[in-house]
């Protein structure tokens, strides 16, 4: 994975560790109850994989949202100037 790649995934994970600290879910709760093993959320949060589609599918169902709800609460966290190519690539 590319640095930037994983500033994304970094910048990812925290805002689902908060959106799941802010409902006092623990990560363990979190993740049973909403069938994602518990170690894939935990390396989700923290910025060491990425998020499977699927994935994200439950953590949004979990939050009581749809795909794209999380995606705009995802985005919300992640600075607006951050690009994951630089101006170089277009």
Known sequence: MK???KHYCKF???AIRALREAREKSVRLFAYE???PQATLSRIERG???AQL???KK???GFGWSLSELFLHIEEKIPKDFK???DEHY
Do not use: Q, S
């Open 54 to 56: 699927v994935t994200l």
């Open 34 to 36: 909403n069938d994602i």
């Open 84 to 86: 994951i190519f630089d």
């Open 48 to 50: 060491d994989n990425e």
């Open 3 to 5: 640095a930037r790649e």
């Open 59 to 61: 953590i949004a169902e």
């Open 12 to 14: 990812v994970g925290a």
